[in-house]
C-alpha cells in the first residue's frame, strides 16, 4: 500500500482554493510578465531578432514590422517607459525601460526605421 504525505480527500476548500490561486498566479507571472518583457534583443540592418529568457527565438524582418508606440507604466519604484513594436502577425514585443539596460539606445535606432504611431512621452509624466 503506497502513503502519500497529503491526504487529498482530508483537505478544506480553502486549500484547493489557494493552491489553484498560486498556480494561475505563477503561470501569468511566467508566461505574460516574464516571457513577454524579459528580452535579449539583436539589431542588424534588415533584422530584428528577440529571444527571451528560455533562448526561444524570434526573427523579424524590419518590413514585418508596422511601427511602434510608447506608454508610460507608473510602479512603486517610479515611471517606466514601454515600446510595443506592432507586427503583421499580431504578436507585439513590449521593450520595457525597466527590464533593458541600454533601451534608449534600442529606442533610438526603432524610432530611425519604424513609424511612430503616438502614445505617451517621457517628458509627460
Excluded: C
Amino acid at each position: 500500500m503506497t502513503y502519500y504525505p497529503i491526504d487529498l480527500f482530508k483537505l478544506r476548500w480553502i486549500d484547493y482554493f489557494m493552491t489553484i490561486l498560486f498556480s494561475i498566479t505563477l503561470i501569468w507571472l511566467i508566461k505574460f510578465e516574464m516571457l513577454r518583457k524579459m528580452l535579449f534583443i539583436e539589431i542588424s540592418e534588415t533584422y530584428f531578432t528577440t529571444k527571451n529568457i528560455l533562448y526561444h527565438k524570434r526573427i523579424n524582418n524590419y518590413s514585418d514590422l508596422i511601427g511602434y508606440k510608447t506608454q508610460i507604466n507608473t510602479t512603486r519604484l517610479g515611471n517606466f517607459e514601454e515600446t510595443i513594436i506592432m507586427t503583421t502577425d499580431k504578436r507585439n514585443i513590449i521593450i520595457s525601460e525597466f527590464f533593458i539596460a541600454n533601451y534608449k539606445d534600442i529606442k533610438s535606432v526603432i524610432a530611425d526605421k519604424l513609424k511612430d504611431y503616438g502614445g505617451a512621452r517621457k517628458n509627460a509624466l
